[in-house]
């Protein structure tokens, strides 16, 4: 149990376009999701926290209009990465924590954004 | 300095060695403590959860904890070639917050 999916798992798109990323919990019920972007050879930097049916809370940096974060149910959660430029190209993770377990965090297989 | 400190690597053992792989902390509000394998382009994988000071066994991992030192440690006995990773540790001090600080990963390489 504990699945998280993302999809889509790759997106090329071009420089001004906005880009929807889906994450779901298959199996359970998450309280809150969270998002994180990587860079290559980095750690996961977070970037919001989420809990279905409220707003996101963004990490210092983030910006909130150009990464909007929907947490419209306890499975799901997308993330629209608005008016895309090159540097937002990365690697985005979400994660999703069980509503009935402790505060470990199943982690989605990733996007891979590159913006062109 | 880091919260979380994780000696990056890379570290590379023959098959069959036994991994140790380590964070230490500096927050002593952290409770709860987690090992995740990430795989080159994937998504971290949850290898262990540990809560508080103690030892933690599954099959060929093994989680410790020492609060007293600030100390976690991941034991991998039987070292596969498939182990060959990025081994990530994380820490909560659970609550509301419910972020996890983590480690900057080592990256580990199992040898045949």
């Known amino acids: 149990g504990a699945v998280v999916s993302q999809h889509p798992s790759r997106v090329i798109c071009k420089s001004g376009t906005s880009v929807k990323i889906e994450c779901r919990s298959l199996d359970f019920q998450a309280t809150t999701m969270f998002w994180y972007r990587q860079f290559p050879k980095q750690s996961l930097m977070l970037m919001a926290t989420s809990n279905e049916g409220s707003k996101a809370t963004y990490e210092q940096g983030v910006e909130k209009d150009k990464f909007l974060i929907n947490h419209a149910s306890l499975t799901l959660s997308t993330l629209t990465v608005t008016s895309a430029h090159p540097e937002d190209s990365s690697f985005y993770i979400c994660s999703a924590r069980a509503r009935d377990r402790g505060y470990e965090q199943y982690f989605g297989p990733g996007t891979r954004l590159t913006v062109t | 300095q880091k919260e979380v400190e994780q000696d990056p690597g890379p570290l590379s053992v023959p098959e069959g060695a036994i991994v140790s792989l380590n964070c230490t902390y500096s927050?002593?509000?952290?409770?709860?403590f987690m090992w995740y394998r990430q795989y080159s382009r994937k998504g971290p994988e949850l290898l262990m959860y540990?809560?508080?000071?103690g030892n933690k066994e599954d099959g060929r991992f093994t989680a410790q904890v020492d609060k007293s030192s600030k100390y976690i440690s991941l034991f991998i006995r039987d070292s596969q070639p498939s182990d060959s990773a990025t081994y990530l540790c994380a820490m909560t001090r659970g609550g509301g917050g419910n972020k996890l600080t983590f480690g900057t990963g080592t990256q580990l390489k199992v040898e045949l």
């Open positions: 927050n002593s509000a952290f409770q709860y």
């Open positions: 540990t809560y508080s000071s």
